[in-house]
C-alpha cells in the first residue's frame, strides 16, 4: 500500500523559510521519480517540482525556481522541499506526489498546509 505523509507546514512570515519532509512507503522509493505540486486558494492544483530517481534530474516551476529546493534520501524513503524567501501567493496545501502525474489523487499525499502571511 503506498503511502506519503507531508510534514513541516505551518505559518511563516513573509521572506521566511519552511522545510516540507514526505515520508513514503509502500513502493520502490530509490526507482521512483517524485514530485511536489500544491493547492493555492482560488486556483487549481499546480506543479512545483520535480526529482528523478537518482537526483540526476530536477525541475521547478517559474514560480519557486531560485527559492525551493528539492531533495530526497533513498536510504530514508524520504522527499524534501525547501522553501526560502517565502511570498504570499506561495500560501496553500503542498502535496508530496509519487511520480509525475500530479492529478492523480492515487499518487498524493494528504497535504500539509502552508500559510505565507506578516
Known amino acids: 500500500q503506498v503511502q506519503l505523509v507531508e510534514s513541516g507546514g505551518g505559518l511563516a512570515q513573509p521572506g521566511g523559510s519552511l522545510r516540507l519532509s514526505c515520508a513514503t512507503s509502500?513502493?520502490?522509493?530509490?526507482?521512483?521519480?517524485m514530485s511536489w505540486a500544491r493547492q493555492v486558494p482560488g486556483k487549481g492544483l499546480e506543479w512545483v517540482s520535480m526529482i528523478g530517481a537518482a537526483s540526476s534530474i530536477i525541475r521547478y516551476s517559474d514560480a519557486v525556481e531560485g527559492r525551493f529546493t528539492i531533495s530526497r534520501d533513498n536510504l530514508r524513503n524520504t522527499l524534501y522541499l525547501e522553501m526560502n524567501d517565502l511570498k504570499p501567493e506561495d500560501t496553500g496545501v503542498y502535496y508530496c506526489v509519487k511520480g509525475l502525474k500530479i492529478t492523480d489523487r492515487s499518487s498524493r499525499g494528504q497535504g500539509t498546509q502552508v500559510t505565507v502571511s506578516s
Open positions: 509502500g513502493f520502490e522509493f530509490g526507482d521512483t521519480y
